[in-house]
């Protein structure tokens, strides 16, 4: 019997890794923002990383005032 083991990666690590896989001239890259999991960043921490890798969509699924105050003034 033959295992496989999986990687644990957090999940705002696998989506940059993911990211960073794509030609980013070509298109833009965006990115959908959850908020169940534990050891999340911040709002502002989240919101520099995204500035940081250029990525310039973002998809909430839920109103959060935090977050949204966090990408004000960002152009995300």
């Given at each position: 019997?033959?295992g496989?083991r999986?990687l644990a990666l957090?999940?705002m ?5 993911m990211a960073s896989?794509f030609?980013?001239?070509a298109?833009q890259?965006?990115i959908?923002?959850?908020e169940y999991?534990?050891n999340?960043?911040?709002n ?20 959060n005032?935090?977050?949204?105050d ?5 152009n995300?």
């Open positions: 019997m033959s496989v999986m957090s999940p690590l696998m989506l940059l890794l896989f030609d980013t001239t298109g890259i965006g959908c923002y959850g999991g534990n999340l960043p911040s502002s921490e989240a919101v520099a990383m995204y500035k940081q890798y250029n990525i310039r969509r973002m998809r909430m699924y839920s109103h005032p935090n977050a949204l966090a990408l004000r003034g960002s995300i």
